[in-house]
């Protein structure tokens, strides 16, 4: 039987360089410098490649793409024409319009708007939107109102009280939407009607006089107190308006919690990969927005010098209409606290030139109409430029 042969063995063999001969070191010296891998065609004629550097056709920069452009990374500007052109425009239909003593009615008369549009900001950042937000505010306010007039207690425990009352609430939209995964619209839309009904039964439909306020909780009426300037009258409400959205957007901008807000509008799935814990977040959200409308109540009842259970029936869309010119977008991931304060002021600039005007009501509220109706268009136009 044939046997197979053995496999030849391997020897290392080990030259020093006392024992290498001159020809065996040149010989190792041509290996040790001799390329690792051989040089194919294709590298070989790299140099007689073109050296042209790649370019590319511009991008269309006629100037409505530039004002596009500039609009989506510039929300705010919107508003802050719509503004500009709307005074000039009253201006020069009515004559009193441009007085310091109208646009100081103005500021005052928007005041409890701003501050409802703050909370309804930050929850329409989330894609989402909040139709009880009026009704958190009356109850909230006649929550301090009847504690401090019927039932004696101290205003200073009576406030904070009404402002909890409106975190609860609040917070009861959040867990609703985050738990039972029910859509924005649809619980709002039920808690507004189950906070009317609970407002109405506690309240028994009887309003908070003036004088009642007066006389046992005036401290609830300090925010209505008016700073003269000239021929204005700048209440403090107007004010305290100011530092809230100031406060919102510091929140919003410059906290890591803003930044998980924003991120949750633009994209809730992806948010969820990165670690952002989305139910914590969104209740969050809803609890500081029934938080802010609890501390407008307190704002709500120096603004009117008194509380009616069925009072502000209209801040609702008021407050969503603010939002809208404000630029906010309905589709969450973009906002702007401050375009919300300029959009409160744009409906009470309409309402008011329009009065002056001597429009009648029904045609100032179709000039609302079409002004969500444009917001919403420009809206879609910018979002249609960033896909």
């Not at 609702?316 to 702007?336: C, E, H, P, Q």
Request: hydrophobic letters at 50%; charged letters at 15%; a positive charge.
């Amino acid at each position: 039987m044939a046997t197979k042969p053995k496999p030849a063995k391997k020897v290392a063999v080990k030259i020093t360089a006392a024992k290498a001969t001159p020809a065996i070191s040149e010989k190792l010296a041509a290996v040790a410098t001799a390329p690792t891998k051989t040089i194919s065609d294709f590298e070989a004629k790299l140099d007689q490649a073109d050296k042209a550097v790649a370019s590319f056709a511009e991008d269309d920069k006629s100037f409505v793409a530039r004002v596009r452009g500039f609009l989506r990374n510039y929300p705010t500007a919107i508003p802050i024409i719509i503004l500009i052109a709307s005074i000039l425009a009253f201006g020069l239909i009515a004559h009193n319009f441009l007085l310091p003593s109208t646009l100081s009615t103005i500021l005052k008369q928007v005041t409890v708007i701003g501050i409802v549009a703050i909370a309804q900001t930050i929850i329409i950042l989330t894609a989402g939107i909040d139709l009880s937000v009026g009704l958190i505010l009356v109850l909230s306010a006649m929550v301090m109102g009847r504690f401090s007039t019927l039932y004696g207690m101290p205003t200073f425990l009576a406030i904070p009280l009404g402002v909890a009352i409106g975190t609860l609430m609040g917070t009861f939209n959040g867990l609703l939407v985050t738990k039972a995964r029910i859509p924005p619209f649809i619980v709002t839309l039920g808690t507004l009607y189950i906070f009317k009904a609970i407002n109405l039964w506690y309240t028994g439909s009887e309003s908070v006089r003036n004088a009642d306020l007066e006389e046992k909780a005036p401290s609830l009426l300090w925010f209505g107190t008016p700073l003269n300037i000239g021929s204005a009258a700048i209440i403090y409400g107007t004010f305290a308006m100011l530092l809230m959205a100031f406060f919102a957007w510091y929140l919003l901008n410059r906290t890591a919690w803003g930044r998980h807000v924003h991120a949750i509008g633009d994209d809730p799935d992806s948010a969820m990969l990165s670690g952002i814990q989305n139910d914590k977040t969104l209740i969050s959200v809803y609890a500081l927005a029934g938080l802010i409308c609890g501390f407008g109540a307190w704002i709500a009842i120096g603004r009117v010098q008194s509380i009616s259970p069925i009072a502000f029936e209209t801040v609702n869309l008021d407050s969503i209409t603010a939002v809208v010119i404000g630029g906010t977008s309905l589709f969450g991931g973009r906002a702007s606290i401050v375009g919300s304060v300029l959009g409160a002021i744009i409906v009470g600039v309409f309402t008011t030139g329009l009065s002056l005007a001597g429009v009648d009501s029904y045609w100032q509220t179709f000039a609302q109409g079409c002004l969500v109706i444009i917001a919403v268009a420009i809206d879609q136009w910018l979002r249609r430029a960033s896909q």
